[in-house]
């Protein structure tokens, strides 16, 4: 199964120069262009994994570029967590909602080459969590709930991630490639994460006339990430870490030239963990840009 | 269940991306030639037309109009994204630098080609 959905990936990346347009749901986008500033980004994720669902909507700010070349990230995510009863029909054992973390970033392209109709760009990116998120919610019978079930990671967090984007007209391709940790708290760690993702784009109509002309974007995309083991006082943790990739095809809709409409849908491929732990379900998304004047 | 070949595929990928080909079939070449000179034909009619590299969404022009705009003297402009042409007229008794222009398309991320100027009556 696994490997069928490789080979059909692969293919998928090989028809014709790989030339394409920008700004995917999951995969970053070496842009640094003015619409990366002055912005608002907001989506809504569900995820589910055995009896644990997730809504995740994190509300991204694009704050200022303090050069052509950087651009900024303010996001704070309102985060959803509910622990259902086992079984059919099972109501709710636990649910909590709040503010999770808040994260921000800063980008850098440092490689720019426009041509007519096009560019391809390298940029790094620099990310960072902070532990805002509370961590201390209980149980109905009293208890700290387990980290799963908290809205915050505990502990701050950062990685780097090299971006690359290659736009050619109505065709372009994103790809990254990114390395993240994060800190122990009280004794605990997440393992290290290495993120990869492509992103293969298409736009519908071919010539763009002008800012108000209404464009549809359809990517396809590929999302994985390879974790290590968490580890306790030094310690592995069983059942901890593993690879994990989707293919997530989705679909942007320009409405205005300010406002954008997009939507994805995550399908996991590859569910490669240590040990024995639950699978993840189909991941939907919805979600705007915005851009201020 | 990790294999490791799975890292093929990112990182074929990564390290293509700028080397990827930018060889363009007879057919792209020839519809190249026929916007260029629909590009041409519109400069003639233009006071001041930028040729403007790296747009490719109206997201991308937005944002170019948006830096544009910011200047004073700028009374009107068009964006036309597949043509990477904008099109301005200056408001009456004000004058806009080819400095200024070259300094706000690359705040706004992109590259300026050219700057043309056409003689008013």
Redesign the interface.
Known sequence: MTRRFFILFILALAPKPLLAQGLPFQTQSALTTAFEERGFRAFSMLQRRGDVTVVVSPLVVLPFAPHQRITTTVALPIVYKRLSERGAGGGVRYSNVGFGDLAVSAKWAFFVRDRFAGTTRLAVIVSGSLPTGPTDATLEGGGIAPRPLQLGNGAVSGGVTLVGTLLRGSWGINADLGHFRQASDGGFRSGAATRYDVAVALRIPDYVENIHTHTLQLYLEWNGTLSGRASQDGSDVANTGGHVAYVSPGLQWVVLPQLLIEGSVQIPVIQGFNGIQTDFGVRPAVGFRFLFF | ??SGK??L???A??AG??G?????TAQDQQE?REKEAAVDSLLARASVALRV???????????????L?ELAAIDTL?????D?LVLIRAKEGHAITDAELEEAV??????LREVRRVATP
Do not use: H
Request: charged fraction near 20%; glycine fraction near 8%.
């Open positions: 269940m990790i799975e890292w595929v990112p990182a990928v990564l991306m700028t990827l080909p930018t060889v363009a190249n590299d790296g747009m490719s969404c109206p997201f991308c022009a937005f944002g170019l109009e948006k830096r705009r068009v964006v036309r994204v597949s990477g690359a705040r706004a991320g992109f590259s």
